[in-house]
């Protein structure tokens, strides 16, 4: 767990205060400074120094004065830097911001899902509701309406979600094949896009898909454009109904960054659920990305960025949870622990039986 650093002094404290009030400005020129398509061009124009605001302005046909304020908040922002020449060129922190992948994906998602959602936050924590979402459309929780979000809100929303699982797919699914499993429940497959690398790992597996409607249309199209129509089938749940069922049979349970959508009271239904469909020899997997297993500050710092999506415009009541959380619920639902397994550099792999 990170400590609060103490030892700063009052001016440095009053500056980044400053940074918070105003950071809203910060990151919509970031945005602005992206899509315009700046950024690149500083970096693709950086011999000899860099190009001045003139020439960024000729080239993009933005105003000088639209390039100008927009750079004068990046380099107090440590986005860029000036010569005395007056040229532009990326900071480390510019470089990252425009190229890295992560820092990219979670531009987008705040930009284009959650940033209108965002002004809602003080309603969400006193109403225990997603008071933004009414920003994106007219549903109970966020996940009802992925099949009709706006194409870049789409976009921003699956990149983000795909993003911080799809890499672990290939270790956990090496795991997974170790006993040979026939039948698989990925639950909250949204897209499909584990059950096709489940189907593409092992020929013998059969997968269900137990996600809401929406969701299930889009993963059954994508099974059948990968060719997995045969193998891949779909059973609708809503999860937040009063008595939800699952089939038995299976032998395996995945759910990969799914019960973290969840308040733990609701947590405990859907593994309380899932214990009862198994036999003495299922396994139920459970990957999550626990904010008590960061090696890195920044990685705790998105995660707990993360929960106020869920608060303000996911459900109201979830959040990204510590592991210490999840290990009581797994024991309360009549699971117990037979695996505890890292994975990649973010995730964990908990392995359960029934008790």
């Known amino acids: 767990m990170q ?94 911001l425009n190229y890295n992948k992560t820092a ?18 003080n309603d969400s924590i006193k109403n225990g509701k997603p008071e933004g979402l009414k920003e994106l459309g007219q549903w109970s929780t966020i996940y009802e309406g992925l099949s009709q979000l706006k194409p870049d809100e789409q976009k921003a929303w699956f990149d983000f979600d795909h993003h911080y699982s799809d890499d672990i797919f290939d270790e956990a699914l090496e795991h997974i094949f170790k006993n040979r499993p026939k039948t698989l429940f990925d639950i909250g497959g949204n897209t499909g896009k584990f059950s096709i690398k489940a189907c593409s790992f092992n020929e013998d597996v059969n997968v269900t898909i137990i996600d809401l409607p929406g969701q299930l249309k889009m993963a059954l ?41 969840f308040s733990e009271e609701e947590i405990l239904k859907v593994l309380t659920t899932c214990a009862e469909s198994m036999d003495e020899n299922a396994e139920l997997i459970i990957v999550e990305t626990f904010t008590d297993r960061q090696a890195f500050k920044a990685s705790q710092f998105i995660l707990e960025a993360t ?20 290990l009581k619920l797994i024991d309360k639902a009549g699971l117990e622990l037979n695996k505890d397994v890292q994975l990649g550099d973010y995730h964990t792999m908990l392995v359960c039986k029934k008790k």
């Open 307 to 326: 929960s106020l999506y869920f608060t303000v415009l996911a459900n109201g009541n979830s959040k990204m949870y510590p592991a210490s959380v999840f």
């Open 3 to 96: 400590k609060i650093t103490k030892n700063i002094n009052a001016i440095e404290a009053l500056e980044e205060a400053h940074r918070i009030a105003f950071a809203p400005f910060v990151f919509q020129a970031s945005v602005a400074l992206r899509r315009l398509g700046i950024l690149d061009y500083i970096f693709d124009n950086r011999d000899n120094g860099g190009p001045t605001v003139a020439e960024i302005s000729k080239a993009l046909s933005v105003s000088e004065y639209g390039v100008g304020v927009l750079l004068e908040i990046a380099q107090t922002s440590n986005i860029v830097s000036k010569s005395e020449a007056e040229k532009y060129e990326l900071t480390k922190v510019g470089y990252f």
């Open 221 to 261: 199209e994508n099974a059948d454009q990968n060719g997995f129509k045969n193998r891949i089938k779909a059973y609708p749940i809503n999860w937040l109904s009063e008595n939800p069922t699952i089939p038995e049979g299976a032998d395996v349970i995945w759910m990969c960054q799914f019960l973290d959508c």
């Open 104 to 121: 990219s994906v979670n531009l987008n998602f705040t930009h284009d899902v959650c940033y209108k959602g965002l002004f809602h936050l």
